[in-house]
């Protein structure tokens, strides 16, 4: 009923870029606050880019800062992450997640309420 699915995922040198995209169905995703999380092997899922529903503000992580850029484009009711400057340490499963719509969230992943199912970005030399 409601789905979202992340792609854009891959293998990439240090230095290089990607853009990992979000797209939404079964719903429209502009009515809801939209977050990107990262998982590494024997890590927390931490929060990395976050753009809120309330008034279209951003939010990024400290490691992330200068280097990712997190957007919308709300007539193809997605979410993208530009992301330059990689490095060995973004190596991660990257996920979409949205928030509900009226409900004040922060960047911790309780905050948020439907997921997808992960792209993997490898970074290597």
């Known amino acids: 009923q409601v789905q979202l699915v992340e792609s854009g995922g891959g293998l990439v040198q240090p230095g290089g870029s990607l853009r990992l995209s979000c797209a939404a169905s079964?719903?429209?995703?502009?009515?809801?606050?939209v977050a990107w999380f990262r998982q590494a092997p024997g890590k927390e899922r931490e929060g990395v880019s976050f753009?809120?529903?309330?008034?279209?503000?951003?939010y990024y992580a400290d490691s992330v800062k200068g280097r990712f850029t997190i957007s919308r484009d709300n007539a193809k009711n997605m979410v993208y992450l530009q992301m330059n400057s990689l490095k060995y340490e973004d190596t991660a499963v990257y996920y979409c997640?949205?928030?509900?719509?009226?409900?004040?969230?922060?960047?911790?992943?309780?905050?948020?309420?439907?997921w997808g199912q992960g792209t993997q970005v490898t970074v290597s030399s």
């Open positions: 997640a949205t928030a509900q719509p009226g409900i004040r969230v922060g960047v911790r992943p309780r905050d948020y309420t439907n």
């Open positions: 753009i809120f529903s309330s008034d279209g503000s951003t």
């Open positions: 079964g719903f429209t995703l502009d009515y809801y606050s």
